[in-house]
């Protein structure tokens, strides 16, 4: 699974914007969920006795994913142990301005190739609250590489200029204080573009493909498809968006929003749909609590500080709690909430990563596969939540 976790470029994720603390609170009132667990908290924290359910090739040491994928295997480390590897890895990953812009510049030939960002969805909520802006952010941190196109893609007619528009109206330069922050969104609204289209039409997006080949003008172009719209029509995107605009010479990357399905079953029905058309490596399934500054700098307190690093274990914690509290009321979700539920909307997604990330054993190293492994076993040794 390619899993959206960030530990280089600061501002990748929309929450890495200063939060107007989204929260809710049913029936206008605050709203608080509390996730109580005393039982999952890592390898010093448990019974000496439980062993790790985890399903193993024992030849092959791998993890079975849902679908049936296969991750890569975790290499033993010789020599070093994985908390001094992570230690390392963590204190050394805090980057400099000139590593982000180096590590967000997709490629080595970066004059060569470019990279373009289709927000499928553009007319909606999420899109001009928390996309647009998070890619303006990265565009003043200097983390998009030097050729970068991004467009808008929805049913709705829109020009370029109302495009602009509209996202003009929730960027911001909130983060720290900025310089020429206003020169700085002139310059981002110039690299942003508008297409109108059906999201079930090859044709449609074929003409979208036209438009980008334009813009990509012949340079190594690698496409990023982020997915701002209803599940029950991301696939209908993603077959379109691969038959008829995926790249040709650079990679094709998509990202989906959630819900990624509703329970376990149509979780893994959606995977399998999406893989008709694209490879696993693919596929980001994006939570964005996992970009949020503190949620990052768990792992930092957690391997990195000599202080808490030894305490972190149940001999010196009885009973953690993660509560999720908004000041706000639901604010337009009633009927979601209704239908969709709040557990399935922050619990099973936000706040289960947090907990993962909190209790997990420590990771053989920052790779996204690794830290995944480890999370997995936190919740395969977990026996109950209650809430
Ligand atoms: N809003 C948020 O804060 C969050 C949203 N998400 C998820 O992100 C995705 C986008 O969210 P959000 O922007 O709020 O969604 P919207 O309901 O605003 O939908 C986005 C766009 O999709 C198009 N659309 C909406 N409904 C339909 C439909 N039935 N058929 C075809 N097109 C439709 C519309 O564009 P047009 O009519 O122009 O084509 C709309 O502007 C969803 O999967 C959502 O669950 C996840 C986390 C937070
Ligand atoms: O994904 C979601 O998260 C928000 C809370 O995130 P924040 O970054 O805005 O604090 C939550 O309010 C929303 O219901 C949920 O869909």
Request: glycine share 6%; aromatic share 10%.
């Amino acid at each position: 699974m390619a899993t959206l976790y960030s530990t280089t470029c600061r501002s990748h994720s929309y929450s890495l914007l200063p939060s107007s603390s989204y929260s809710p609170s049913i029936n206008g009132q605050n709203h608080t969920q509390r996730l109580n667990f005393s039982s999952c908290i890592a390898k010093r924290v448990l019974p000496a006795k439980v062993s790790f359910p985890f399903r193993r090739n024992s030849h092959l040491n791998v993890v079975f994913m849902q679908d049936g994928a296969v991750a890569t295997p975790v290499n033993p480390v010789e020599n070093e142990s994985p908390f001094k590897k992570l230690k390392d890895g963590l204190l050394s990953s805090a980057p400099s301005t000139e590593e982000m812009k180096e590590a967000a510049s997709f490629d080595v030939n970066k004059d060569k190739s470019t990279v373009s960002i289709t927000v499928v969805g553009a007319s909606g909520d999420l899109a001009k609250k928390k996309i647009f802006p998070a890619l303006f952010a990265l565009y003043y941190e200097g983390c998009l590489p030097e050729h970068f196109t991004i467009f808008g893609y929805a049913r709705s007619k829109m020009t370029d200029a109302e495009l602009r528009n509209m996202v003009s109206k929730t960027l911001t330069c909130r983060i720290d204080k900025r310089e020429n922050c206003g020169e700085k969104m002139d310059e981002f609204l110039k690299r942003c573009f508008y297409h109108s289209g059906q999201y079930g039409s090859r044709e449609n997006f074929a003409e979208l493909d036209k438009k980008l080949k334009e813009h990509e003008g012949g340079r190594v172009s690698n496409r990023l498809f982020y997915l701002s719209i209803p599940p029950n029509i991301f696939i209908d995107a993603v077959k379109c968006a691969s038959s008829s605009a995926s790249s040709g010479i650079g990679w094709t990357r998509v990202i989906v929003e959630k819900p990624f399905g509703r329970d376990s079953g149509s979780s893994a029905a959606l995977t399998k749909a999406l893989k008709q058309y694209l490879d696993e490596d693919q596929i980001f399934r994006i939570d964005h609590y996992l970009g949020k500054e503190l949620v990052e700098n768990l792992s930092v307190l957690r391997f990195s500080n000599l202080i808490f690093e030894p305490l972190w274990s149940r001999q010196y914690i009885r009973n953690v709690q993660l509560i999720f509290s908004e000041d706000f009321g639901t604010e337009g979700r009633g009927g979601y909430f209704d239908n969709y539920g709040i557990i399935r909307d922050i619990m099973q997604n936000h706040l289960l990563q947090i907990l993962a990330l909190f209790a997990m054993e420590t990771p053989v190293s920052l790779d996204a596969e690794d830290i995944r492994n480890e999370k997995v076993k936190v919740f395969t040794i977990n026996e109950t939540f209650t809430t």
